[in-house]
């Protein structure tokens, strides 16, 4: 069982930036990809970036390649968005989930197996 927990979501103005981080439970994170996820209203949940275990291999959904970037640190049981020049259609419920160690990212919501709550992240223009 790993329980998530999402921080750093706010209110921020177009082309600033935000550092989402993903606080997970238990003792077996470093067994884990990771991913964040986002929902915006009327719209279905997406992928937005994922991470292996080790970081060796990372992803990133087109929309936010360049501008966003995951990273982990398993001695923290902890999992980070750093999202630079944010444009208001980045406006979301952003989400990390965890799937137990895959070979690639799995870039589908079904294909995680624990979610946090999420936290909101809104973009101002």
């Known amino acids: 069982q790993v329980q998530l927990a999402e921080s750093g979501g706010g209110l921020v103005q177009a082309g600033g930036s935000l550092k989402l981080s993903c606080a997970a439970s238990?003792?077996?994170?470093?067994?884990?990809?990771m991913g964040w996820f986002r929902q915006a209203p009327g719209k279905e949940r997406e992928f937005v970036a994922g991470?292996?275990?080790?970081?060796?291999?990372?992803h990133y959904a087109d929309s936010v390649k360049g501008r966003f970037t995951i990273s982990r640190d398993n001695a923290k049981n902890t999992v980070y968005l750093q999202m630079n020049s944010l444009k208001p259609e980045d406006t979301a419920v952003y989400y990390c989930?965890?799937?137990?160690?895959?070979?690639?990212?799995?870039?589908?919501?079904?294909?995680?197996?624990?979610w946090g709550q999420g936290t909101q992240v809104t973009v101002s223009s």
């Open positions: 989930a965890a799937r137990w160690r895959s070979i690639q990212i799995a870039l589908l919501e079904h294909e995680y197996d624990y």
């Open positions: 238990g003792r077996l994170f470093s067994m884990y990809n």
């Open positions: 991470i292996r275990v080790s970081g060796g291999m990372i």
